[in-house]
């Protein structure tokens, strides 16, 4: 059986942060979701994050071994910088081999938690989709494309190759809302 892929939407995604505590863990999370959705990246590149590939200046992150070991670099929106800049002020330094998102001792996490978290944050906020860590992707990828930003910036936030590669994954997303805006978009 083949998910239909839900997108959530802008204020769904708002909820969940707002379910976010205020302890460790809570501002992590609050702080992986926003980054994850707002640079649209999959839960492992996120959790591959170490401070060192956080190019502030640059507005941009480092992605070190993407899907088929790829690496880029990616926009990071000045919203999602502030989160960013917010949680490594506060999370403070765990050392060299601490990844930006971790436990209170620098340790990794673990994605399947993470799904768990997301499942959770999304039942506390009142969300009734199906829940998953992708899903952060599949709707900043989907929203950024409703605003209007040009294919080719969301074909290198993602990471895909081909920019066809980007528009079967919008249209898998939208396919209703975007089919004819995709069929008239020149590639």
């Known amino acids: 059986m083949k998910w239909i892929r839900e997108v959530l939407t802008v204020q769904e995604v708002g909820m969940m942060m707002a379910c976010c505590r205020r302890s460790f863990a809570g501002k992590r999370n609050r702080a992986l979701i926003y980054v994850q959705y707002r640079c649209v990246l999959r839960i492992s590149e996120a959790l591959h994050l170490m401070p060192k590939d956080y190019r502030k200046e640059q507005h941009c992150l480092l992605i070190r071994n993407g899907k088929g070991g790829k690496s880029r670099t990616v926009h990071v ?69 409703r605003k209007g930003v040009r294919m080719d910036l969301i ?33």
């Open 155 to 187: 074909q290198g936030q993602l990471g895909h190759t081909k920019v066809t590669t980007t528009g079967i994954y919008l249209l898998e997303l939208d396919p209703t809302e975007r089919l004819n805006e995709l069929e008239n978009t020149k590639w």
């Open 77 to 145: 929106p000045e919203d999602a910088r502030r989160e960013l800049d917010h949680w490594l002020q506060y999370r403070g330094d765990l050392g060299p081999k601490a990844p930006i998102f971790c436990t209170p001792e620098g340790a990794h996490l673990d994605k399947t938690n993470c799904n768990k978290t997301y499942k959770m944050l999304a039942n506390k906020a009142g969300i009734d989709k199906r829940i998953h860590t992708h899903q952060m992707r599949y709707s900043g990828a989907s929203h950024m494309f």
